[in-house]
């Protein structure tokens, strides 16, 4: 298993140099100019020797080669450089965002497998009843939701419904305070979202569930269990669940892979100083630097994520060896 | 008689006590942290390399300027008043401007302010360094010297005498830096620290989330600021911003939002939102690209302003997007803006709109492009852009001209304008702070590096001179009117739009601050005070 989990690692060098040289290329394939949309973009008077100028400071005169030479070096040596928009540090510009988009991520996805396991779970065993139906409709609202619109929805909601109550509306706070310096607050911010975006993942992650389960139901030791006149609950929970989780825990891991930088709409709604965003304006300001070293990180978090699940299958089947 | 007389009396004490009310409920009342959104980012801190508002709302608090708008009176777009001087006279011949400077000023930081400070501030904007960025360094092309005969004298001499030059200093980018910061720290460091003599000193930035300020004791304002502070909330959606300020998570918004957006706030909270309107030193052009054909032929750009209903356009749009009044080349209030009659004269702006489409249709047959089609190149930003270009494409098809609206990304749009100028018929912004009309005109000029319609014409470079150089205002404004016929009417090389429109609803506990007609100006937020 350690070897297994040190190949992988090693792996990763070649998927992120491959990730590394794709978004180097593709950003200066982009049409747009740093210097010209923050100088120029504004309809000011600006000449060519302030863009020159700009453009100097920014290195972006430098050749390719050298501009891909300084990225990688950077990479290497984990030093990022700095945002071309603000001027200030990568990993500040990413720290101070990791934070939030890494708690919405951990509740989405709790609020996610909390719903999912057990509706997943209760409509396999209870295939073709009414609780059957109605869970299927969930799931299936769930997916047809955009998470975005939802949010919209419940912002709306509670503006109106306070107001109707209590005479002033109410509004979720629009900026972040951590967790540690102040909960409620915190909590009064990050559990829309985090619900918006968990009804979506929840409703993914019910149908998985109760299509790997049906199919597990349906195995001869499943059946022979039954034979030997097990408990229902001990067939469930201890035979075919664990089975049935294999597709369910690679699922989880992709989506919760995803929140990370890929809630760009639910961080807008919700006015979320979170990854996301950073990531689209990013792109949209041509800001190579952090462009470059947020699609790092993305492609680092999947492969990670990728590898832990790989080792949580082993932990939950133990038929599954890694050598 | 004697009930006349008793009830006069009751009448005018009633009328007095009401009037002392009022004035003291409008008496400024100190204390409390004044919540707003912002809805763009801040790029860098320093306001000599930056020209957003992104930039100016959260930062501008912390600086002084040298002059600046009346805070009392920012609608007017000629009222200047000292910030961090105590006076400023031009010579006779205009060509030398002294400004006294304050001796009660202090930096955050303690150091005193002298003329120095100003001098070193004005030397990075007018001679910046090689390899310093100064983007409004062209603002200030008249400037020959600046010195300081003493402590706290700075004279300003001009190579020639120009109207731009005092709306110019007035620009709140200007923010006045400490000649100690500039020396120790060098000229970059203002890009991420703050050090300013402005009402406000700087508590905290996080990136992408918000900006704070404390009051400043210090202050050279007396008893100003009100606030004990404040806090510049980032949020780019405009949803937010609208349902922040319904649910007081904010109490304003500077730059301003969309008429749907004001009656939804007021239809909401009634008379807990107070709403300031006025017009906006913004328009949008419609730029034709002289390089591409048939738009290198004026009859062609001439019908395609013949077709725009302006008058008619007006009171439609303005109920659905941020445009309102048409107008010349010259900002609508000022004084070298034309009047209703004169701006009638120009094609275009005729109020036959009957006798305008059928003399472009004619215009069009004689160039022989009766089935003219084309692509209006548009900024993918629905407010007013993608509007206005929804607009002008059904103005244009009742001449029989058909267009296609490619409306993509600002990085795109800037980059086709800009660089590649690979368009047809491009939609163009002018957005200015001050309003400056010489200088916001010189958009107009062939020459100008923001003017992308790729075209030469000498006689508007020579009007844009005389009026640059001439100290009289009837002159000036005789010239606007030639160089304003020549590029919407007799060339068209510009197409004219309407006059954006500024709508500014905010709680009603927020006092103090007036619109102006730039969302760039009266940001330094010293007056303000919540009554709550």
Redesign the interface.
Known sequence: MYKYAVKRILLMIPTLIGAGILVFMLMRM????IC?????????????E?ID??R??LGLNDSLAKQFLDFAVGIATLNFGDSM????PVT??IS??FQLTLQIAIMATLTAVIIALPFGVISAIKQNTWVDYCIRLFSIAGIATPSFWLG?MI??G??IVS?QLFG?????????VPIWEDPLANLSQTIWPAVAVGYRYAAVVVRMTRSAMLEVLREDYVRTARAKGLFEKIIVNQHALKNALLPVVTLVGIEFAFLIGGLVVTE????L?GLG??FV?AV???DFTLTQSLVMMVVTVFVVVNLLVDLIYAWIDPRIHYT | MKLKTLNLLVGTTAALLLAANVAAAETPKRGGILNFVVGSKIPSMDGHMEGTFGMIHPIRPFYSTLIRVNPANPSSTTDFVCDVCSSFSSSDDGKTHTFAIRKDIKFHDGTPLTAADVKATYDKLVFPPKGILSLRKKFFNMVDTITTPDNYTLVMKLKYPSPTFIPSVAMPFNFIYSKKDLDTHGYKWHQKNVNGTGAFSFVEYQPGSHVTGKRFDGYHHEGKPYLDGYKAISAPKMAVRLQAIRGDRAAIEFRGFPPKARDDLVKALGDKITVQEGDWNCSLLVTPNHKAKPFDDKRVRRALTLAVDRWGGSKALSKIAIVKTPGGVVFPSHPLAATKDELSKIPGFWTDIKKSRAEAKRLLAEAGQSNLTFTLLNRAVDQPYRILGVWLIDQWRQIGVKVTQNAVPTGPWVDSLRKKKDYQVAIDANCQSIVNPIVDVSKFLGSASNNYAQYTDEPMEKMHAAMSRSGDQAEQRKIMRQFEQRVYGDEAHIIPTLWWYKINPHRSYVKGWKIAPSHYLNQHLDQVWLDK
Request: proline fraction near 5%.
């Open positions: 982009i049409p747009g100019d010209e949309i923050r100088l120029g973009g504004t309809g000011l008077m600006v000449d060519k302030q100028i700009c100097e400071n928009w603000t001027g200030r500040e510009e101070v965002r919209i912002i709306l509670l503006l107001q002033e509306p109410w509004m979720m706070p629009i900026q972040f807008q709604v919700f006015n100083n965003k950073l304006d949209l300001d041509h």
